[in-house]
């Protein structure tokens, strides 16, 4: 009878600490109001805008280019300005982005890596081509 009792508790115990959960998946932190933007050739601009603050820029890239990790600063100021495209973090849950005009016959891909604590997201601009 002890016996019994015994495996039924490990059973129990087992069947109970088992978890369909992963293990270190955090829940979304940032929440972006929009994650994909469509421009055309022409000069365009958008504020990209999340419901949660403490997130920081960890990485852009243009057309699988990326030339531009880890350029904030300790006060979580974020400027990169190059031929291309401006990426600006204005405010804790804003950043503002501008893309020239695109002259080649290829669409453009601006893509813009968002992370808080061990949460990961991102935004990806589309730029057609001329």
Not at 2 to 22: R, V
Not at 27 to 56: A, P
Not at 67 to 81: A, C, K, P, Q
Not at 83 to 93: A, G, Q, R, Y
């Amino acid at each position: 009878m002890k016996k019994a009792h015994l495996i039924l508790l490990i059973f129990t115990a087992i069947l109970f600490s088992c978890s369909s959960e992963k293990v270190g998946d955090w829940d979304d932190n940032i929440e972006l109001t929009q994650k994909e933007f469509q421009f055309t050739s022409s000069e365009n601009s958008v504020i990209i805008k999340t419901n949660k603050e403490g997130w920081w820029i960890n990485n852009v890239s243009l057309d699988g280019e990326m030339d531009y990790e880890e350029t904030e600063n300790s006060d979580g100021e974020f400027l990169i300005v190059v031929d291309e495209f401006t990426v600006e973090k204005i405010s804790s849950k804003e950043i503002y982005v501008e893309m020239k005009s695109n002259p080649t016959n290829s669409d453009r891909v601006l893509k813009i890596g968002l992370q808080n604590g061990n949460y990961f997201d991102g935004v990806s601009i589309t730029q057609s081509a001329k």
